[in-house]
């Protein structure tokens, strides 16, 4: 079966501008956690999704939000861009929210100009 | 609070030798552990996990890890390294609350001929 999809691959925005990136998760699988990743903080989380709802959330100015649709597809979004928010942006997927293995996407790059 | 350890920020081993990477974590109960593998502009790849019962667990590609409790590390270990190994190595405690990982800040590993 298809693996987990994010969508765009790569992306290039300037500084101020809003970005909006795209998780479908493994089919039947409803929770997805988003992760940023940067080489000199390394793999941050930022949020998780189950059942369209936000159970928890990592610290990480309110400039970036999520959200999840009814078909367990999360959206991910980052407003008034800054230079450091230039990183990989990793999504996971994962049966439950209690299940342990967690499946990852290739990720979008973003960079801030 | 929850935290993982990779001592090691990069390894060079010979192909066909033998491969130890660290990893140490602090956490208030028995965690849950995982190795993942990153492979240049590519998510994350579950190698193994543990959750509980044999200390000695396998994962694919021919890695194995064992959990010491006593030393609150999970090491990752493969017997002869391959070239395709090269990559970067990630462990991680979670899922804390729901899918939420804590990642160390990786080992990036290179194979010479």
């Known amino acids: 079966k298809a693996g987990v999809t994010q969508t765009p691959r790569y992306l290039i925005k300037t500084r101020g501008q809003q970005v909006t990136l795209s998780c479908s998760p493994i089919s039947g699988h409803r929770s997805v956690s988003w992760y940023q990743q940067t080489p000199g903080q390394g793999l941050q989380f930022l949020f998780e999704?189950?059942?369209?709802?936000?159970?928890n959330k990592g610290n990480f100015p309110g400039r970036f939000s999520g959200r999840q649709f009814s078909n367990s597809r999360s959206e991910m979004n980052v407003s008034t861009l800054e230079l450091g928010d230039s990183a990989l942006y990793l999504c996971a997927s994962s049966l439950t929210q209690t299940n342990t293995e967690a499946f990852f996407g290739q990720g979008t790059r973003l960079t801030v100009v | 609070a929850q935290s993982v350890t990779q001592p090691d920020i990069h390894i060079t081993v010979s192909e066909g030798a033998s491969l130890e990477l660290r990893c140490n974590y602090s956490?208030?109960?028995?965690?849950?552990l995982f190795w993942y593998v990153q492979s240049p502009g590519q998510g994350l790849q579950l190698l193994l996990k543990?959750?509980?019962?044999?200390?000695l667990v396998q994962g694919i590609k021919g890695f194995e890890a064992e959990f010491k409790r006593s030393q609150s590390s999970f090491n990752l270990r493969k017997p002869s390294v391959h070239w395709s190994d090269a990559a970067e190595y990630f462990c991680a405690v979670g899922p804390i609350t729901g899918n939420q990982f804590y990642f160390g800040t990786g080992t990036s590993l290179t194979v010479i001929p």
């Open positions: 956490y208030g109960a028995t965690p849950y």
């Open positions: 999704y189950f059942s369209e709802t936000q159970r």
């Open positions: 543990y959750f509980s019962g044999d200390t």
